[in-house]
């Protein structure tokens, strides 16, 4: 099993950056598929990103495809996505997810969940 805890978001002017982590505990990370996910007020939980385990394949939603960049570096336990051009409607909870297999996490049904980070994007 592998635990998930997000950190990095924060209050952001419209245009600028942020870079999310997700440190994983647990023997099966390196196994893993990784993915974010997000949540708006009022709105359902919506795929963002994911990364197959070795880091060769990345998928976007195409709402953040050009804008946001996922990676991992399995060394380290911990998964990534930098998040530039931020737009007021990038405002959600952030949460990072694993599972191993991708597919699982591309339909919103991961193994596992962290408790999400706060990401505000100011007009």
């Known amino acids: 099993q592998v635990q998930l805890v997000e950190s990095g978001g924060g209050l952001v002017q419209a245009g600028g950056s942020l870079r999310l982590s997700c440190a994983a505990s647990?023997?099966?990370?390196?196994?893993?598929?990784m993915g974010w996910f997000r949540r708006a007020p009022g709105k359902e939980r919506e795929f963002v990103s994911a990364?197959?385990?070795?880091?060769?394949?990345?998928y976007y939603a195409d709402s953040v495809k050009g804008r946001f960049t996922i990676s991992r570096d399995n060394a380290k336990n911990t998964a990534y996505l930098q998040m530039n051009s931020l737009k007021p409607e990038d405002t959600a909870v952030y949460s990072c997810?694993?599972?191993?297999?991708?597919?699982?996490?591309?339909?919103?049904?991961?193994?596992?969940w962290g408790q999400g980070t706060q990401v505000t994007v100011s007009s």
């Open positions: 997810a694993a599972d191993t297999q991708i597919l699982r996490i591309t339909t919103l049904r991961p193994m596992a």
């Open positions: 647990g023997r099966t990370f390196s196994s893993s598929a």
């Open positions: 990364i197959t385990w070795s880091g060769i394949s990345t």
